[in-house]
């Protein structure tokens, strides 16, 4: 069973190595704990059998703009809707703090996470030119709450 709760202090390494696994140019582990102290954050991580599997990272922005920074499951559990649990759980949170727009870069080759995004109801706004460190391009996606 799947266990979505807020991150503590001692589950940043689990979440570092996840987020390692899953990203050409990962978040620095310093970055990621400031994430899980900032005020205006939220951080939840997903748990099965007490070992944790994945984790989503999201700001509050000017009162009503919500970010999410980062989403990333284990390969091992991918396929299991545990990104779906973890996107909406942070969804909902930031709406409780105000947000009335959700944002969010994805790779404009990753074509599965885009895939995930639109199932969401995240749209493309418009495109990132030289986002990422070796000149690719991310889209710049978008879910306004009614």
Known sequence: MVKIRLVRSEDIAQVYKIESEAFKYPYPRTLLEYYSNLKDAVFYVAEVDNSIVGYVIGLLRRRIIGHIISIAVSKRYMRRGIGSKLLKK???????????????????SNIPAINFYVKHGYK??????????????????YKVFF
């Open 90 to 108: 942070a969804e909902e949170t930031l709406r409780r703090m105000g947000a009335k727009v959700l944002r969010l870069e994805v790779r404009n």
């Open 124 to 141: 493309i706004a418009f495109i990132k030119e030289y986002y990422y460190p070796n000149g690719e391009s991310a889209y710049v996606m």
